[in-house]
């Protein structure tokens, strides 16, 4: 399934750095996730959009409903914010899609 | 705990036996969705309900997989005579309610088919 596509996969910045992850899938969506999974599987909803911006303390996401697509910001990177970044749709009828996600590694 | 709570977290299981795994969800929470998450893949939809209504199956990879929300809260999803390939992360979310709700996620439970 393509429904959802990431980039970059993998990500290795230094600490300080902004970061961008983008997500764009194919098709019109009721809204889009994004998520962070730590090592050991346990995963968090960071945002859920449908239209516009969001943000929460040095995350911001955005969404471009014409041009399907989506991004990830993360201001002022730390370690801690190494994590897999999954974008995740939902489409009319429920159905989650999710895209592969990116492993994102911040060295100090 | 507040969160979506499943056990056991790990579960190891010889290829053929039966495995069931559990999921509490949010005290009130209607929606109950799970997924399959293969090793260094995304989470991959199985199967929703909403209240006791299971509303979509469609992700379900074959008829040994079974899944159940009798009374509208605690689900189980249950893999009978498992195969290798049913090695994965199942995790559980649930949501508020149908529509623009976020999804909170378990810690899932890791499966492990000998």
């Known amino acids: 399934k393509n429904e959802v596509e990431q980039s970059p996969q993998n990500l290795t910045a230094q600490e300080g750095e902004f970061i961008t992850i983008n997500c764009s899938y194919s098709?019109?969506?009721?809204?889009l996730h994004w998520l962070q999974q730590h090592p050991g599987g346990g995963i968090v909803s960071l945002f859920m959009?449908?239209?516009g911006k969001k943000k929460h303390g040095r995350l911001i996401a955005t969404i471009n409903i014409q041009e399907k697509h989506s991004s990830l910001h993360i201001t002022a990177s730390h370690p801690r914010d190494s994590a897999v970044y999954i974008c995740?749709?939902?489409?009319?009828?429920?159905?989650?899609?999710f895209g592969t996600g990116t492993s994102l590694t911040v060295i100090p | 705990g507040a969160g979506v709570s499943q056990s056991p977290r790990y579960k190891v299981a010889k290829r053929g036996q039966d495995v069931a795994l559990r999921c509490d969800p949010i005290?009130?929470?209607?929606?109950l969705f799970w997924y399959q998450q293969a090793l260094g893949q995304g989470p991959e939809f199985l199967t929703y309900?909403?209240?006791?209504?299971?509303?979509?199956k469609s992700g379900l990879p074959s008829d040994r997989f079974f899944a159940e929300r009798p009374e509208g809260s605690v689900s189980t999803l249950k893999i009978q005579r498992t195969q290798q390939e049913d090695s994965a992360v199942y995790l559980c979310?649930?949501?508020?309610?149908?529509?623009?709700?976020?999804?909170?996620f378990g810690d899932g439970t890791r499966l492990s088919i000998l």
């Open positions: 979310a649930s949501s508020l309610g149908q529509g623009y709700q976020p999804q909170h």
């Open positions: 098709v019109g969506i009721s809204a």
């Open positions: 959009l449908s239209s």
């Open positions: 995740a749709v939902r489409f009319p009828g429920n159905q989650f899609y």
């Open positions: 005290s009130g929470h209607v929606s």
């Open positions: 309900f909403q209240n006791e209504a299971q509303l979509d």
